[in-house]
Every structure is written in C-alpha cells, then in structure tokens.
C-alpha cells in the first residue's frame, strides 16, 4: 500500500504564488500517475493536472499557464506550482496516484488533501 504526504497549502493574496508537494511512499511496484485534484466548498472534486511516469502532463482549462505540475521520479514526490493566484483557486488540493504492487495490480489512492486559499 502506498501512503502519500502533501505540504505545502496555506494562506495566499490573490495574485500569489504556493508550491504543493506530495511524496509517495510504502510498498510498491511502480507509480503511474500521479495528480492533484481540488475541491471547493459545495463543489465537486475536479481535476487540477497531472502527469504520467514519462512526463506526459495535463491540465485543467482553468489553471493553464498558471499553474506547472512535475515529478521527481527518484523521489516518488510530485509537485505543483501554483503562480497568479485567484480567489477562485481556493479548494482542499487532493494528490492522488495510480500504482502497481508487486503483483501488478492497479490502485488508485488518495491523499488527505491540504487547504489552500487565496485571500486579501
């Protein structure tokens, strides 16, 4: 099973930048992908971006050009860069990684979510 720890949310003037982290660890084969997801309050949980074990990233219409999500594949930590800001980023930012054990069965798994929220 894999644990995944974030840091990195807190409190943010809209305009601002954060930078979440998220390292994986525990017993594993391989992880695939891996992602952050954000949830606002009364919302649905929504895809923020991620990125692939090669480096194949994706992002959310929303945070294009703001937002740059990378790997350290050594480390088993995924990051996400947060610039500019707004008030609207405000969310619970979830990781989330897809891996294999060593029977090279799939899980998806979750982590505990870190708040971040952009304010004046």
């Known amino acids: 099973q894999v644990q995944l720890v974030e840091s990195g949310g807190g409190l943010v003037q809209p305009g601002g930048s954060l930078r979440l982290s998220c390292a994986a660890s525990?017993?594993?084969?391989?992880?695939?992908?891996m992602g952050w997801y954000r949830q606002a309050p009364g919302k649905e949980r929504e895809l923020v971006a991620h990125?692939?074990?090669?480096?194949?990233?994706n992002y959310a219409d929303s945070v294009k050009g703001r937002f740059t999500i990378s790997r350290d594949n050594a480390k088993n930590t995924v990051y996400l860069q947060m610039n500019s800001l707004k008030p609207e980023d405000t969310a619970v930012y979830y990781c989330?990684?897809?891996?294999?054990?060593?029977?090279?069965?799939?899980?998806?798994?979750w982590g505990q979510g870190t708040q971040v929220t952009v304010s004046s």
């Open positions: 989330n990684a897809t891996y294999r054990d060593y029977s090279l069965r799939q899980y998806n798994y």
């Open positions: 525990g017993r594993f084969f391989s992880i695939n992908t």
């Open positions: 990125i692939t074990s090669v480096g194949s990233t």
